[in-house]
């Protein structure tokens, strides 16, 4: 039940980045089906790059982080942002993120939202 409330709130979290980033934009969005198609596509890109990919990135680049007192995880969370919407290109049912800011802007807007929503969604589980 926890995946499914993670993976809702993270295709909130990217619908609402969608609709306020220019840079970020469905590849295909005839009908309601194909864009929740796309938007469950690219969340579970990107779950699955922050489970398997960030954990390993964050280690290699530790010094940096402390170096910039955490700050370089803005980075590291645009380049999974940037990467999860190349998987979802690659099949076919994507969406497109063009550039690092666009990506950066919509790494914090996803997980800001997808927190919220999931923080809310958690609480009526309890």
Same mark, same amino acid.
């Given at each position: 039940?926890?995946?499914?409330?993670?993976?809702? +709130?993270?295709?909130?979290?990217? *619908?609402?980045?969608?609709?306020?980033?220019?840079?970020?934009?469905?590849?295909?969005?005839?009908? *309601?089906?194909?864009?929740?198609?796309?938007?469950?596509?690219?969340?579970?890109?990107?779950?699955?790059?922050?489970?398997?990919?960030?954990?390993?990135?964050?280690?290699?680049?530790?010094?940096?982080?402390?170096?910039?007192?955490?700050?370089?995880?803005?980075?590291?969370?645009?380049?999974?942002?940037?990467?999860?919407?190349?998987?979802?290109?690659?099949?076919?049912?994507?969406?497109?993120?063009?550039?690092?800011?666009?990506?950066?802007?919509?790494?914090?807007?996803?997980?800001?939202?997808?927190?919220?929503? +999931?923080?809310?969604?958690?609480?009526?589980?309890?």
């Amino acid at each position: 039940m926890k995946f499914m409330i993670k993976l809702i +709130s993270t295709m909130a979290g990217v *619908w609402v980045t969608t609709l306020l980033i220019s840079g970020i934009r469905l590849t295909d969005d005839s009908t *309601w089906q194909i864009t929740l198609l796309t938007l469950a596509v690219f969340s579970l890109a990107l779950i699955v790059v922050n489970k398997l990919v960030r954990p390993v990135l964050k280690l290699l680049s530790l010094p940096l982080l402390v170096l910039t007192l955490g700050l370089f995880s803005f980075i590291l969370n645009a380049l999974m942002f940037m990467l999860a919407g190349w998987i979802s290109v690659q099949t076919h049912t994507g969406i497109m993120v063009d550039s690092f800011w666009a990506a950066l802007l919509g790494a914090l807007i996803t997980s800001v939202i997808a927190s919220l929503i +999931s923080n809310l969604l958690d609480s009526k589980e309890d």
